[in-house]
């Protein structure tokens, strides 16, 4: 079992900053192997892709945060960041860390932390 968890999600003001923070543990014992990513699902909205970054740290991101948002991850603590800057009311969303292992095909979710950007 793999256990995903998000943490650093709160309000805050148009043009502010967060960072967000995925722990992995359980029976991911390492996630060198794991490709990584943040989605965000807005209220009546699909889940969308926000940023990927692979096994060899190679990253994309949607175009509505390129130059705002940088993803990245310590495989030595298990652990993957988002840091978000200069936010917008449209960046408000539950935003959920995913790990996938593509040689298995396998993929998994944390719970989501919200993000409410507002004045």
């Known amino acids: 079992q793999v256990q995903l968890v998000e943490s650093g999600g709160g309000l805050v003001q148009p043009g502010g900053s967060l960072r967000l923070s995925c722990a992995a543990s359980?029976?991911?014992?390492?996630?060198?192997?794991?490709?990584l990513g943040w989605y965000r699902q807005a209220p009546g909205k699909e889940r969308e892709l926000v940023t990927r970054i692979t096994v060899i740290g190679s990253t994309n991101y949607v175009d509505s945060v390129k130059g705002r948002f940088t993803i990245s991850r310590d495989n030595a603590k298990n652990m993957v960041y988002l840091q978000m800057n200069s936010l917008k009311a449209e960046d408000t969303a539950v935003y959920y860390c995913?790990?996938?292992?593509?040689?298995?095909?396998?993929?998994?979710w944390g719970q989501g932390t919200q993000v409410t950007v507002s004045s």
């Open positions: 359980g029976s991911i014992s390492n996630i060198n192997a794991y490709d």
């Open positions: 995913n790990a996938y292992l593509s040689s298995r095909r396998l993929g998994y």
